[in-house]
Structure formats: C-alpha cells, structure tokens
C-alpha cells in the first residue's frame, strides 16, 4: 500500500501519526511524508541570516524525523508558516494534487479540521477538495490525526469536534514516535506540555486503553471508498 501523510508543520506528521507511519513500514508499505509549511513561527517580512539558519535546522531535523521513522521519501514545500489563510486555497489544492499524481496513495493522512491551528484547518480542506472521488482518484481512505497542543486546545469549540474512530495499536513503534521528536530539538517541550515526552505517552496510553491495547492513535475516519 501506498501511504501520504499532509502535514502542515515540521512535527505534525510525527506528532499526527508518527507511530502508525513507523508500523506501515515496518509492514512493508511506501509511505510519503509531504509537509506543506517551512515552519518558521516568526512573523517578520523580511527574514535575517539567522531565521535561515532555523529555517535550515528545521528541515535537517525533519529528514532525521522521518528516518527515525523508517519513512524514507519526504518533501517539503515551505509556504509560510500560520498565514496558509493569506494564500489562494486553489495554490494549497494544486500542491495536494501534484502530489497525489506523483505518490498515487490509497490511503492519506492529514490534519483534523476543527484544530485551534489555521493551517490545520486549511490544509484538512485543501486535502478534501484535492481527493473528490472522480473516477481515477487513487485515494481510497482518508483519515484526521490529533495534533496535541492544537487538536484539544480547540476545546471542541470550533468546527467540527475530534470524534475518533479508528485506533491504530503503535505499542511497538512508541519510541521510535518520541525519539523522531527529540529531533526537533527547538519544538521540545516539557512536561505537562502535551507535546513532551510524557505527555505523548499519556496520549497514546489513553487511546490504547480505550481500543485495548497497551498504546494507540487515534483517528477520524473521513471518507472510506471500495470500488
Ligand atoms: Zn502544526
């Protein structure tokens, strides 16, 4: 099977469903890491030498994330980071979609509409609007991850509320998830942080507790297609 992850930041593909990823590989399927914002948080027009530098160090980090994961084939589109709502939503579409051309997966992971972060909701979107089901969209099976600090930050306030139903046993692949975190050293945060180690513990615990199993993610099944 062939497998794209649509992230919006360096991060959320290990934080959305780092464990699942390292299990589709370790099962044998391609999976494609495509993370569509540069990540830099900084709001400045004109960037000095030392955003470059991050900018630079950011995406090192992000292909040592990806191999700590075993995903081998990972791109980066650099659009600015929390400002994707200043970019014509056709632009986002037409990045999905030469993707979707050069990958052709059956199965897409992305972000959850209703995140606290716009570029989550946006890229959710542009996902949608980039997979219709005309006859040839390779893209059977579409799921929403949780981005912890984003997902249950939006307290369920905006539109629509995460409602998992789809749980992925990542038991086995749990430290490979935190160790590809550890490599976005300047994203590290501490506990109680949702996105520290303990904390993405807690997360996977809770979610293995309620599929029975010792470690879990959680999904939103979106669309799902048998032809
Ligand atoms: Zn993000």
Known sequence: ??????????????????????????EGNDVHFAILGEGLTSRQADRGSTDANHLA???????????????????LHKLPDNRLDTLPLLDLVKI???????????????????????DHGIIHRAVLTATRPTPGQPVKEIYAFEV????????????SPFRPNVFIDVARTLDAKIAAMECYESEARNFPHPRSPEGLRAIAMRWGSVAGCRAAEAFELVRSIRL
């Open 96 to 118: 999905v979609e030469e993707l979707i051309e050069r990958v052709e997966p059956d199965i897409l992971y992305t972000h959850h509409g209703g995140d606290l972060n716009i």
């Open 57 to 75: 160090t950011l995406h090192r980090q992000a292909h040592a994330a990806a191999s700590k994961l075993g995903v081998k084939d990972l791109s």
């Open 148 to 159: 912890p600090s984003s997902t249950e930050w939006a307290f369920q306030r905006l539109e």
């Open 1 to 26: 099977m062939k497998v794209l992850v649509v992230a919006a930041h360096p991060d959320d593909e290990v934080l959305g469903c780092g464990g699942t990823a390292a299990r589709l590989v370790a």
